[in-house]
């Protein structure tokens, strides 16, 4: 079990072609049961999933995100930071809901609940012999119009996205940064990693021009430095205070 764990991660890639296939009953309650049990901070579940198998839904998040994944996937899961669920229950009882959400904290709690059960959704996926592809351009591309499709009341934010789906690809699996530079003992380390760093930005590279399927000349560094200066354009507090979250502090 413990080698099959392993392989699991060590062998995980992102799947943006998928046959058309259903996903298995079984493989969905799998995925399912992962999500509802997924850690959140509290236990307070401040996440939502919407589970999107009609293909005009799909379509037409398509048409606002450019994701063609999002169209030939099976199912297309979108996790959204939700704090209007535990706002109706507190109407209910008449308790007064605090303004936590509008708190950068409180954003962030419901970020993380969402990103970590998408991770759980994934994991399960793949475990079931699925494909995968994790998303953040429903949250960027174009989030009101994400809002208004799916319906997504004040207090609900979308975070993050997953295509899950029987796969048709199985593509090389993308180098990643050593260990040593991803997890430190104890503290940050405090040693020059420039030689490092540049060894892996030209295994990337190397990567990038033999892989199968499509190839580039992209490095690492450069390559995520310009998706960086892309991102600055994105209105993200805008659009976060639509939903109702008016971070303050």
């Known amino acids: 079990m413990q080698n099959e764990i392993k392989q699991l991660f060590e062998t995980r890639t992102s ?14 309650e799998v995925i ?41 996937c099976n199912r297309f899961m979108v996790f959204c930071a939700d704090y209007n669920r535990i706002a109706v229950l507190a109407k209910a009882k008449g308790i007064d809901m605090p303004e936590f959400s509008n708190t950068l904290d409180g954003f962030t709690v419901g970020v993380l609940d969402a990103a970590i059960t998408m991770q759980s959704a994934a994991i399960a996926a793949q475990a079931c012999g699925l494909g995968c592809c994790c ?4 949250r960027t591309a174009n989030p009101s119009a994400v809002a208004e499709l799916l319906g997504l009341p ?18 090389d699996v993308k180098p990643k940064l050593p260990r040593e530079l991803v997890i430190h003992q104890s503290r940050y380390t405090d040693r020059d990693m420039t030689a490092e760093l540049v060894a892996y930005d030209n295994e990337v590279t190397q990567y990038n021009a033999t892989r199968s399927g499509s190839k580039s000349d992209n490095d690492w560094c450069g390559h995520i430095l310009d998706y960086y200066r892309e991102a600055m354009n994105y209105r993200m507090l805008d659009a976060a205070r639509q939903q109702g979250f008016d971070i303050q502090k």
């Open 32 to 72: 399912y049961a992962a999500i509802r049990n997924s850690p959140t901070s509290y236990n307070g579940q401040q996440y939502s999933v919407i589970d999107i198998a009609d293909q005009d839904v799909k379509l037409k998040l398509y048409e606002i995100t450019g994701q063609k994944q999002i169209k030939t």
């Open 154 to 171: 004040q207090g609900v934010f979308a975070v993050c996205g997953l295509a899950i789906g029987v796969p048709r690809e199985h593509p």
């Open 15 to 28: 799947v943006r072609r998928y046959e058309y296939d259903p996903i298995p009953a079984e493989a969905l």
């Open 135 to 138: 998303m953040g351009y429903v």
